[in-house]
T-cell receptor, first 113, second 114 residues
Framework: DTAVSQTPKYLVTQMGNDKSIKCEQN?????MYWYKQDSKKFLKIMFS???????INETVPNRFSPKSPDKAHLNLHINSLELGDSAVYFC????????????FGPGTRLTVT | QQQVKQSPQSLIVQKGGISIINCAYE??????FPWYQQFPGKGPALLIA?????SEKKEGRFTISFNKSAKQFSLHIMDSQPGDSATYFC?????????????FGQGTTLQVKP
């Protein structure tokens, strides 16, 4: 009965590879987000989708491409991985009218070697 | 304008003491100010939130104090317990905007010593 789930939990890969992270929420929310948390724990929004439509794209390199097949899923594909992409990536969801109340997934720790 | 500044970066408190974390913002268009709690290896979770027309909100041992004129708000954790040891983030959002997003502070790592 997990509210927001992400897979995989850990991802170790080499520079130049392409990888995907999947996210699913069963809360019935209409808005989903991707955040990046760096080594200093700073949380920064990357993307936001509302009803499968891209709402926020925060100056993220084109190598990052989100895809929302339906309201309950938001995946993140990363091309040509770089060392600087190493971080913890969190998926979150909320109702569009309650942006302050977001539910976060457990995170995916990405390590690029 | 979009920043939320949080201090201190880290905090050590004895069990039973009061933990205080402060945040400041610039943009008066923000209409919700939540606090999130994050334990190691977990995602952040909403702890408590306040609107700018309220000066204080209390939930159990957690209290938000809000000073609209100073554009500052703070989290007070009364009777701090070792189980409260976590990273705390203040945030601000514009829920009335259809492109609303959460702007997070830099985070405060709290350690409560037994």
């Amino acid at each position: 009965d997990t509210a927001v789930s992400q897979t995989p939990k850990y991802l170790v890969t080499q520079m130049g590879n392409d990888k995907s992270i999947k996210c699913e929420q069963n809360l019935g929310h209409d808005t989903m987000y991707w955040y990046k948390q760096d080594s200093k724990k700073f949380l920064k929004i990357m993307f936001s989708y509302n009803n499968k439509e891209l709402i926020i794209n925060e100056t993220v390199p084109n190598r990052f491409s989100p895809k929302s097949p339906d309201k309950a899923h938001l995946n993140l594909h990363i091309n040509s991985l770089e060392l600087g992409d190493s971080a913890v990536y969190f998926c979150a969801s909320s109702r569009a009218i309650r942006v302050y109340e977001q539910y976060f997934g457990p995170g995916t720790r990405l390590t690029v070697t | 304008q979009q920043q939320v500044k949080q201090s201190p970066q880290s905090l050590i408190v004895q069990k039973g003491g009061i933990s205080i974390i402060n945040c400041a913002y610039e943009n008066t268009a923000f209409d919700y100010f939540p606090w999130y709690q994050q334990f190691p290896g977990k995602g952040p979770a909403l702890l408590i939130a306040i609107r700018p027309d309220v000066s204080e909100k209390k939930e159990g041992r957690f209290t938000i104090s809000f000073n609209k004129s100073a554009k500052q708000f703070s989290l007070h954790i009364m009777d701090s317990q070792p189980g409260d040891s976590a990273t705390y983030f203040c945030a601000a959002s514009m829920d009335s905007s259809n492109t609303g997003k959460l702007i997070f502070g830099q985070g405060t790592t709290l350690q409560v010593k037994p």
